[in-house]
């Protein structure tokens, strides 16, 4: 049974940073793309971050440059750092394995001004 876990979200200001992780369990996480993705009130789910199973990356053009995906495969878990925080970015934050379609509960970041 595949499980996702996310954390690390919170309350942060303007200019702050948060680092989000999601420890996943019942797959052999080294084989697999993972990603990150976000949900603010009324859009639509869009793609933060993704992280291939060689470590090659690819952002959304909102977050480049500012957030930083990365993956410890010793201990199956996806990071995401978030650097310069923008109230744009204050959305529920889930992480994602695009082969199995299986996402986490989210954990919601929120960015004040």
């Known amino acids: 049974q595949v499980q996702l876990a996310e954390s690390g979200g919170g309350l942060v200001q303007t200019g702050g940073s948060l680092r989000l992780s999601c420890a996943t369990s019942g797959i052999s996480f080294r084989v697999y793309t993972m990603a990150w993705h976000r949900q603010a009130p009324g859009k639509e789910r869009e793609l933060v971050a993704r992280?291939?199973?060689?470590?090659?990356?690819t952002y959304g053009d909102s977050v480049k440059g500012r957030f930083i995906i990365s993956r410890d495969n010793a201990k199956s878990t996806v990071y995401l750092q978030m650097n310069d925080l923008k109230p744009e970015d204050t959305a529920v934050y889930y992480c994602?394995?695009?082969?199995?379609?299986?996402w986490g509960q989210g954990t919601q970041v929120t960015v004040s001004s």
């Open positions: 994602n394995i695009p082969a199995f379609g299986a």
């Open positions: 992280i291939g199973n060689g470590g090659s990356t």
